[in-house]
Structures are given as structure tokens and as C-alpha cells.
């Protein structure tokens, strides 16, 4: 296996490997801390602003939506100027903007302060994805995905109950101070680190062709296939991040620490997916686990509508396994669709985690639709249909001439 120090292909001498690994799972940790902190105080935002539900969750909404963006713009501009001017730009724009969120005179400014806040998270995304494939070799690349994710967990499994103790304490605002905080570390590492993309390896376009690349990765259809196959579980996992609060305390009516204890052990499930993976892939094929994955997440869907409803415990049973999954499947998928790309690969890597957000985000539409007769059973209609449509894209997908490198 060799040590970390042997997985790299390009030394970080002031960062070290160790170091390396530690700014790829804060860069990659942005996005969820910025909403497993934050949630346990959205039913408290709303009525210290006096809104209505609806507009505080533009919060989470909108930060999606910009955070996708961000990604579109900058993974591209990281393959003409670099991975490291633009982690350090979008490093400083997020501490901006949280300090904003914690200045906010009103929703709409809060709203607006996320939106920065979320462009910056987009840019800090979109360079940790492309350096894995810059900085690991191929052999350690998966195992580097995986390592990432599982360190990942200690985020979005502590995230909750601080947000909580900060709530406690010092009001929604500390939140944002917090956020703020932790950007600051990261970008004294940052300026640490060492540039991953060689000056020759660098686009040459103008910023419009820059950025015009995205489409060259969107017309391999294999690509795009197995993209948006794989991240249809977000539907489910996005859909409960925007409303398990509600979930939590109005339905099962527990405290906000209760539902962060809740939210922290979905989180946790996270480290045990991809950890679970590393020893099924010595004798399950990713194809073959794919298809598990998909069958066995629709059916928890259905689980959900049948028996969700019973208890707030076997509620969050079932939603566990279905983090398994999604999990398990994560970082070999990111993998594959990253082997596909010999260049472009920060536009790869925009287009891999803007996908995953902008279906995330039309999970966390969908749930809040009136339809539904709560957000119990709108969970699992997410669940169901989201990885239901997946299902049936994946048989199609098998039974094309379309072939992906790495998905045996």
C-alpha cells in the first residue's frame, strides 16, 4: 500500500502529504458544514425575521444553486490559471460572505450573503476534485477518494450538534463566525500549497473558451450517463438535509439537539460506505454493486412511505441504509468519470459537482411541493422516484454500446 507520501505524484514540501489531505477534506467539507451547521437553526431564522418557511429555506435553495455555478466558472478557470489562485479567490470570497451572513440586517441580505458565501464554496469544490486527479496517481486515486470521504464525516457528524451548542449560546450568528473561522484556516494552508497543474499542461483559450470546455466533457454520453445516474441518490439525501429539522422537531416533535443527533448519525453513515467498499470491491465489481445499490435504495424509498411514519428511529433506520449506498458508490464513481478525462479535468470536475448539486437541489424543491402530505412521505418520494428514474437510466444504459474505462 506504501505510505501516503508515495501516493502523490506531485510533493506538496510545505503542505506535506498529510497537510495536503487535510485542505482536499476542509475544501471538500465547505459545502456541508455550511448546512449542517446552519440547519438546526432554520426553524428559529424564520421567525426572528419574521418570514415564512419558505423564504428562509431560499438559504439552503439558493446556496445550491450558486454553489453549482460557482462550480461551473471555476473548475474551468482552474485548467487556464491554475488550481491554486483559484482556491485562494474562492477561500476569500467564503470568509467574506460568512462574515456578512453574521452581519445580516435582514433575510434578504442573509440570502444574498449566502449566495457569495456559496460561489466561494463552488470554487473550493470544484480545485479539490481536479487536484486529486492532479496530485495521486492512478493506482492510489480511488483509496485518496475514499480516505477523503470518510474523514469527510467528522464534519457533518459534529457539524449539527456545534450548530446546536452555538445556537444555545450565542445565536444563529456565531454559526456564521464559526464558518468564517474555519475559511481562514484553510486559506493560510492554501498559500501553503503547492500548484498542481504545470504551466504547460495549462489551457491556452480565452476565458469564454475556458469555459466553453464544459461542453466538451457533456458530449461524452457515457459520461454524462453514469453522472447523472450516480447522483440521483442526492435527490433523496438533499431532500432530507432541507427538511429533516421539520422532520425531527415538528413531526416526532423532538429538541434541536435531538435532531442533531439524528442528522449526526446519517453522517456517520457516510465513513462506513465508503470504508464498507473498499473491502466489497475485492470480490464485487462496480458494475454489479451499482445495480445492488440502486435496487435496494428504491426499495428503502418505498420502505419510507410504508412504515416511515411509525417512529422517528425506524424513520432514520431506513434512511441510514440508504446513506450506505450513496455513500458506497461515491467515491468509485467519481473515480470512473474522472479516468474518462486526459485533460479538461477541472472542467470535469466542475461539471461532476455542479451535477450533483443541481440534482440535490431539485430534491430539495421537490420535498417542499404541497403535494405531499408531509415531509415524511415526500422523503421517501424522493427516495423511490429519484433512485426509481435512476434504476431504469442504468438498465438502458447496460444495454447500450457505451462503454466507460473502469467500470468493470
Not at 473558451?209 to 447523472?228: D, E, I, S, Y
Not at 446519517?266 to 454493486?289: D, E, Q, Y
Request: hydrophobic share 55%; charged share 10%.
Amino acid at each position: 500500500m506504501g505510505t501516503m507520501k508515495d501516493w502523490l505524484c506531485v510533493p506538496q514540501p510545505r503542505l506535506g502529504a498529510g497537510g495536503l489531505l487535510v485542505l482536499l477534506v476542509l475544501g471538500s467539507l465547505t459545502a456541508p458544514l455550511s448546512l449542517d451547521m446552519y440547519t438546526p437553526s432554520i426553524p428559529g431564522i424564520a421567525a426572528y425575521f419574521n418570514t415564512t418557511d419558505d423564504v428562509v429555506n431560499l438559504t439552503l435553495v439558493g446556496y445550491y444553486l450558486f454553489m453549482a455555478l460557482g462550480l461551473l466558472l471555476f473548475g474551468p478557470l482552474s485548467d487556464k490559471f491554475g488550481r491554486r489562485p483559484v482556491l485562494v479567490a474562492g477561500l476569500s470570497a467564503y470568509a467574506l460572505a460568512s462574515l456578512a451572513c453574521a452581519a445580516s440586517a435582514s433575510i434578504w441580505m442573509l440570502v444574498a450573503a449566502r449566495l457569495v458565501q456559496a460561489l466561494g464554496s463552488g470554487a473550493m469544490s470544484a480545485v479539490c476534485t481536479a487536484v486529486v486527479k492532479d496530485a495521486v496517481k492512478p493506482a492510489y486515486r480511488e483509496r485518496m477518494l475514499a480516505v477523503i470521504q470518510i474523514m469527510f464525516v467528522v464534519g457533518p457528524v459534529g457539524a449539527p450538534i456545534i450548530g446546536a451548542g452555538i445556537l444555545a449560546f450565542t445565536g444563529w450568528r456565531g454559526v456564521f463566525v464559526v464558518l468564517a473561522a474555519v475559511s481562514l484556516v484553510q486559506l493560510v494552508m492554501a498559500l501553503a500549497f503547492r500548484e498542481t497543474l504545470p504551466e504547460d499542461a495549462r489551457l491556452r483559450t480565452s476565458v469564454p473558451a475556458t469555459l466553453a470546455r464544459l461542453g466538451q466533457v457533456a458530449k461524452n454520453p457515457a459520461f454524462m450517463a453514469f453522472l447523472l445516474i450516480s447522483s440521483a441518490w442526492e435527490i433523496g439525501y438533499m431532500g432530507y438535509v432541507s427538511v429533516g429539522s421539520y422532520i425531527y422537531i415538528d413531526f416526532f416533535g423532538f429538541s434541536a439537539l435531538g435532531f442533531s443527533l439524528f442528522f449526526a448519525a446519517a453522517a456517520l453513515m457516510c465513513a462506513v460506505g465508503p470504508a464498507a467498499w473498499l473491502k466489497i470491491s475485492k470480490g464485487v465489481s462496480r458494475r454489479n454493486f451499482t445495480t445492488i445499490a440502486l435496487v435496494a435504495s428504491v426499495a428503502l424509498g418505498v420502505a419510507v412511505l410504508l412504515v416511515g411514519k411509525t417512529s422517528a428511529f425506524v424513520f432514520c433506520g431506513l434512511f441510514l441504509a440508504f446513506v450506505f449506498f450513496e455513500s458506497a458508490v461515491r467515491p468509485y464513481a467519481v473515480n470512473v468519470l474522472l479516468a474518462q478525462q486526459d485533460s479538461d479535468v477541472g472542467s470535469a470536475s466542475a461539471l461532476i459537482n455542479c451535477t450533483r448539486s443541481l440534482v440535490g437541489v431539485v430534491g430539495m424543491f421537490l420535498v417542499i411541493l404541497p403535494v405531499f402530505g408531509d415531509y415524511v412521505e415526500a422523503t421517501g418520494w424522493m427516495m423511490a422516484g429519484g433512485l426509481g428514474l435512476a434504476l431504469v437510466g442504468w438498465v438502458v444504459m447496460l444495454r447500450s454500446r457505451h462503454t466507460l474505462r473502469g467500470l468493470e
